[in-house]
């Protein structure tokens, strides 16, 4: 299982992309592969207030519904929009496939996430 | 298999092991639930071949005098239109009209008989059926021993020809045919809505079976194609569109309810008063409109602020591209075309009745 060095990860398999004041999210390949085929992704609206480790999208395979979680607090500021057309692309893409961007209202948070070592870890790899 | 027992491993247990298959529990056995992939599976299925291991499933065997009629009293369907070597659906009910099981009875000869019953109700139906039986009368359960696979799709008589240089039998009907030195049954049936046969064999046999099919072609298919295969061709499973509290017209399967044969059957009185005062309820298949999310099994089902039904199955269906499912519903809902609401997640999407199967499968070309 692919778990890049740059990203941040989260224990619910959530990765963060850090730009700027913003965080962009995405599953992780492990969380994808653990899923099977996904078939339905649900975003959340722009401009959501979201706090962190609260449910804010969904992902469904054929077999079942997940929640996706909020790795920080904040404001939806952009979400992926072509990728509820396309969810086969979150299995074949993960780490390209954001879902969507967290204006950040307490960077602090990021300190509690974990570093690809210790996720690697995590998923016993 | 007990409840709380422990896990039961089927004879192709290894071979699924061998493939890298995700496996799972389901009605106590350790099934596989994929290999490469749901829709990669079903797709096979639809397009080609698939080989499913259904060894899970209970084969149970009766002989003795007057089996026949005595079959045809706990068994909604008409046995004794059965010549050997034919076989039907049918299913077990309770006292109340309720479902015990469904499952298809075939005739093996003049007074032998073999059921195939789901695997989570080999027990219950077991001692359904031993503490009604008369004297002279002999009842073998072979689940454990044996072992089932269905090859399904389109191509799966050329495997089947391929693998036991024989001809299948005609459709739900049954024949012994040798497999190296063992005896299996090969019946013309099976769950997915393609053509296709179900093989049951000695248990020392089946992955020799498993290995020569894949060996001809048949793609290994999991659990989590079986379901979205037969909910697009609309067939229900037991513990979902069925239960102890669900009669088989409720459940749209009058035609397996043989209401006028002679001697009646175990559940027959409440159906005929069910009939008589009308159904409140009906089982329905939708589809999803508008791309929204797959149906769940507990979703409600909605008419304005009024809740009118709930989703027995449901699951992005692979051939049509949308979520579909099947629901009871209000019978004055329950007409194709319906539109109706379904709640996912605190919001409301549109849904609406369509007419079975939801997919059209093999088995319906050319009507």
Partial sequence: MKVPDHLKYTATHEWVRIEGDLAAVGITDHAQAELTDIVYLELPAPGKQVTAKSPVAAIESVKAASDIYAPVSGEIAEVNAALPGDPGAVNARPYESWMFKIRMSDPGELAALQDADAYRKSIGG | ?367
Wanted: with cysteine; aromatic share 8%.
């Fill in chain 2, 1 to 367: 298999m007990a409840e709380g027992g422990p896990i039961l491993r089927t004879p192709l247990h290894g071979a699924h092991v061998a493939l890298g298959a995700r496996m799972a529990e389901f009605a106590g056995w350790d099934m596989p639930i994929q290999y490469a992939g749901i829709l990669e599976e079903h797709r096979a299925v639809r397009g080609a071949v698939g080989a499913f291991d259904i060894s899970h499933m209970g084969e149970f065997f009766f002989t003795g005098r007057g089996i026949g009629a005595w079959l045809n009293s706990l068994l909604t369907n008409d046995i004794e239109r059965l010549a050997p070597g034919e076989g039907q659906y049918t299913l077990l009910l309770n006292e109340r009209g309720g479902v015990i099981d469904d499952l298809i009875a075939y005739r093996l000869g003049a007074e032998e008989y073999f059921l195939v019953v789901n695997a989570s109700k080999i027990e219950e139906d077991g001692a359904w059926m031993r503490d009604r039986m008369k004297a002279g009368m002999h009842f073998e359960d072979r689940s454990a021993g044996m072992a089932a696979v269905a090859l399904q799709g389109p191509r799966a008589l050329q495997v089947f020809r391929e693998v036991f240089a024989a001809e299948a039998p005609a459709r739900f009907c049954i024949a012994a045919h040798d497999f190296g030195k063992s005896t299996a049954l090969v019946a013309r049936t099976g769950y997915t809505g393609e053509d296709g046969v179900e093989i049951f064999l000695p248990g020392d046999a089946g992955r020799a079976l498993w290995d020569r099919l894949l060996a001809a072609g048949a793609t290994p298919a999991g659990l989590g194609a079986r379901d979205t295969l037969r909910l697009e061709a609309c067939y229900p499973l037991n513990g979902h569109e069925l239960g102890p509290d669900r009669t088989p017209l409720a459940a749209g399967l009058g035609f397996a309810v043989a209401m006028e044969k002679p001697g009646g059957f175990v559940g027959a009185e409440a159906l005929r008063a069910q009939k008589a005062a009308g159904l409140a309820e009906r089982l329905v298949a939708f589809s999803v409109e508008g791309g929204a999310a797959p149906p769940r099994a507990g979703y409600g089902l909605y008419a304005g602020q009024g809740r009118v039904g709930e989703v027995t199955s449901g699951t992005f269906s692979p051939s049509l591209g949308r979520g579909i499912g099947m629901a009871y519903v209000a019978a004055d809902r329950a007409a194709p075309g319906t539109g109706l609401e379904m709640e996912v997640r605190g919001r409301r999407v549109p849904i609406v009745i369509a007419r079975k199967p939801l997919y059209k499968g093999g088995l319906y070309e050319g009507t």
